[in-house]
């Protein structure tokens, strides 16, 4: 079943490059609204990535960059996050896979719905890691980190412990 699953995305995914469904890229988060497809060729050199205020649905202090797709739409996107040293994400998930690589600096990751310093893994430069959906899982850079994150929007973050989503934080400070 899970195969099954996997193979799906997979030869969705396959589809959609193939038949030219890329967005157009390099929109600062929360991204402007884009056509769902594009026929123009996605080439974004390391010192052109635009870096841009993460979601509301993350901590503060994360920088984004869209580099394919609409997170905020139904679709493959793209995006990168730069986190400060010691940036955490709490313990949550998402309702559909993450695909998730390192592009520099150390990112420990743990499972579960509570922290665990002891039982995260140390994923370094060229690491790659994949999250089934729902899955819970936190993170914390050690030493400035940027990953790459690649999933199926709409991105939605569910925190395990409503305390943690920093959406209620603002409500509640307003």
Known sequence: MRYDRLKK???????MLLAGMAVSAQQTPPA??????????????????KWGKGPAALPPGVEVAVLEG???QKGLFTIRAK???GYTVPPHSHPTDER???????????LGGTVD???????????????PARTNHYVRAKGEAVIQISAMGPFEVKYVHPR??????????K
Request: no cysteine.
């Open 100 to 110: 998730l690589t390192i592009i520099s600096g150390t990112l420990m990751a743990g």
């Open 9 to 15: 995305g997979v030869i969705t995914a396959g589809v």
């Open 164 to 173: 943690d989503d920093p959406r209620k934080k603002t409500v509640a400070a």
């Open 83 to 85: 986190m400060p040293d």
């Open 32 to 49: 402007k609204k884009t056509p769902a497809t594009s026929t123009k060729h996605i080439m974004v050199a390391a010192d052109e990535v």
């Open 70 to 72: 609409n997170p905020e």
């Open 117 to 131: 310093e002891s039982a995260m893994h140390a994923l370094e430069t060229g690491a790659y890691a994949t999250m």
